[in-house]
C-alpha cells in the first residue's frame, strides 16, 4: 500500500512537472543575460506572461490572446517605433486623462496583430528611460513559439 502511494506520488510530480514545463514554452524564451524571468498565467483563450526582475519588480508584461483586444490609442501619444513577432508597430505613451504622473516617460503600451486571430498586447514599466529602451530592444528580440495559443485558434 506504501508502494502504491508513493509510486502514485511520483507519477503526479513528473506529470505536473512536464505540465508546467510545456506551460512555460509559452511565453517567449528570455534572453539568458537579461535577469529577467517569467510568471505566467494561463487561461483557454490567453496567457499572460510577465517578465520580473531578480527583485521582484515586474518590467514587461505581455498577453497572448485569439480575442482583439480592440484598443484603440490616441496618435498624439505615438512614441517610438518597433517590432514584435515580425510586425511592425508603435508604442504608446500611456493615457492617464492629462494628468502628468511621475514614472509616466519610462512607461508603454502597444498591441501587436500577430496573425489571424492572435494578438499581442504588450506593455512597459520601467524605472527609467534607459531601462525603457532596453525592454524595447528585448521586446524586438523575443521569438512567439508556434504552439502559443495554437488551442485558441
Not at 528580440?141 to 502559443?148: G, M, R, V, W
Request: aromatic share 6%; with cysteine.
Amino acid at each position: 500500500m506504501k508502494t502504491v502511494r508513493i509510486v502514485s506520488a511520483a507519477m503526479l510530480l513528473a506529470l505536473s512537472s512536464t505540465a508546467l514545463a510545456q506551460q512555460a514554452e509559452q511565453c517567449p524564451t528570455l534572453p539568458a543575460d537579461s535577469g529577467l524571468h517569467w510568471d505566467q498565467q494561463t487561461q483557454s483563450d490567453f496567457i499572460v506572461c510577465k517578465a520580473s526582475t531578480g527583485d521582484g519588480r515586474t518590467v514587461l508584461n505581455m498577453m497572448l490572446t485569439a480575442r482583439d483586444p480592440d484598443m484603440a490609442f490616441n496618435r498624439a501619444l505615438r512614441a517610438e517605433k518597433g517590432s514584435f513577432g515580425g510586425e511592425s508597430m508603435h508604442w504608446y505613451k500611456l493615457d492617464m486623462g492629462g494628468r502628468d504622473l511621475p514614472g509616466l516617460e519610462s512607461r508603454r503600451i502597444t498591441v501587436v496583430k500577430l496573425d489571424k486571430n492572435r494578438f499581442a498586447q504588450i506593455w512597459i514599466d520601467a524605472a527609467d528611460t534607459a531601462e525603457l529602451g532596453n525592454l524595447q530592444n528585448l521586446t524586438q528580440t523575443l521569438n512567439l513559439n508556434s504552439s502559443a495559443l495554437a488551442g485558441a485558434r
